[in-house]
């Protein structure tokens, strides 16, 4: 597997947390997984990532700091989309073994641009499906309770919802939960 980050720094936690799970292996040209890591979905990263496509096929694992226009990633074969933070030496490497197995994670759109969400979305969807209050997702998920006011907001912001029951209505109308 190969890790491309424009950070030194990241690159290097990236490489570690890889090297912490059992069994994977870090190349420096050609692997059988690429994982990149972003900040934000730029119009330079998809390129790229499109280039990869291309030219080595291989699947891809991103690890993206803000989620973005998911649908620009259907042809790039980017397997899953990870947030940096929640990012574990399991989560990553559950991730990688994923893509060499083929299987799409949560937070990658399919083919048609439907609904992409990322695991913290989907966790959070979950809840608030339960009937669960912002405190009580927070404490649950041991996240900020703004951090989850966030999530909500991205969520109807990207998809144009009105509210909480909106977004869960809609995630559960498109079967994500």
Not at 22 to 31: F, Q, S, V
Not at 34 to 44: I, K, N, Q, S, Y
């Amino acid at each position: 597997m190969v890790v491309n980050a424009p950070d030194p720094l990241y690159r290097e936690g990236l490489r570690r947390l890889l090297d912490a799970y059992p069994g994977l292996r870090i190349g420096e040209r050609h692997g059988d997984v690429l994982v990149v890591a972003a900040e934000l979905l730029t119009a330079d990263v998809v390129g790229m990532l499109r280039l990869h496509a291309v030219e080595n096929a291989t699947p891809v694992v991103l690890v993206l700091g803000e989620p973005g226009a998911d649908e620009a990633l259907a042809d790039c074969r980017v397997m899953a989309v990870l947030s940096p933070h929640a990012l574990t030496a399991d989560v990553l490497g559950r991730a990688v073994l994923d893509a060499l197995n083929g299987t799409v994670r949560a937070g990658v759109p399919d083919g048609d641009g439907g609904p992409a969400f990322t695991e913290r979305e989907l966790d959070v969807l979950r809840l608030l499906a339960e009937g669960l209050e912002t405190d009580e997702i927070a404490v649950k998920l041991a996240y900020s309770e703004r951090t989850v006011k966030n999530v909500i907001h991205g969520i109807n912001h990207r998809y144009g919802l009105r509210n909480r029951s909106h977004a869960v209505a809609f995630a559960l109308r498109t079967g994500v939960i």
